[in-house]
């Protein structure tokens, strides 16, 4: 079965340290991932999508197959960075997200 | 323009009662899901319309579930005989077609009693 695991439930950095969001998947197909961000008491929104090999907040993330991740990236960590963020995956024929149980990102001061 | 809206922000209601909540897409957009989201979880799909009709709906737990989307636009989803384990944020997303980004609502969050 398809299924996204985010191992993380908490990280905590310190702001200017680096930050990775781990996400793993498991699908034999060609998937279509992405991240979304629920900033605190607004709703969940888009961060990115690897189609789209866009930087966006100065986030990034690389699709690995041989590994099955797409893990999140930032150089330096920003205080508004602060947010629950969830790895998704599309599998092909279907437009129904499947999301990972998600990673509370806490950048401290 | 406006995103996509719920109502009731929150709602309560005891076991065995029946519900309806309620999805606003954003104007134009062709596609709409339903998804629930239990405490530490991430969103699990229910279901996905495309127009008026339902396209998939492996994810509704069982027939006391149900959901419409009359005039391919607003939709509402229905729960009939109420247990404590449906207690969960609903959220509703839609795009403009089914390929494209999904726009999420604030959510419902049920609470039965």
């Known amino acids: 079965a398809q299924r996204v695991t985010q191992p993380e439930k908490l990280l905590s950095v310190f702001k200017g340290a680096p930050v990775e969001l781990k996400c793993n998947y498991s699908?034999?197909?060609?998937?279509?991932l992405f991240w979304y961000v629920q900033y605190s008491r607004q709703r969940l929104q888009l961060l990115l999508r690897h189609i789209s090999r866009e930087s966006i907040k100065g986030f990034t993330a690389d699709l690995n197959k041989g590994e099955t991740s797409f893990h999140l990236k930032k150089p330096f960590a920003q205080e508004e960075d602060s947010a629950m963020y969830y790895c998704a995956l599309i599998t092909s024929g279907t437009y129904k997200y499947i999301f990972g149980t998600g990673t509370r990102l806490k950048v401290l001061a | 323009g406006a995103g996509v809206s719920q109502t009731p922000s929150n709602k309560v209601t005891e076991k065995g009662k029946y519900v309806e909540l309620r999805c606003d897409p954003i104007?134009?957009?062709?596609?709409l899901y339903w998804y629930r989201q239990s405490l530490g979880q991430g969103p699990e799909f229910l279901i996905y319309f495309q127009g008026t009709g339902a396209a998939d709906d492996s994810g509704l737990p069982n027939d006391r579930f149900f959901a419409v989307r009359p005039e391919g636009s607003v939709s509402t989803l229905k729960i009939q005989r109420t247990e404590r384990g449906d207690s969960a944020v609903y959220l509703c997303a839609s795009s403009l077609i089914a390929t494209d980004t999904q726009y999420f609502g604030p959510g419902t969050r049920l609470t039965v009693l």
């Open positions: 104007s134009g957009h062709t596609a």
């Open positions: 699908y034999s197909g060609s998937p279509e």
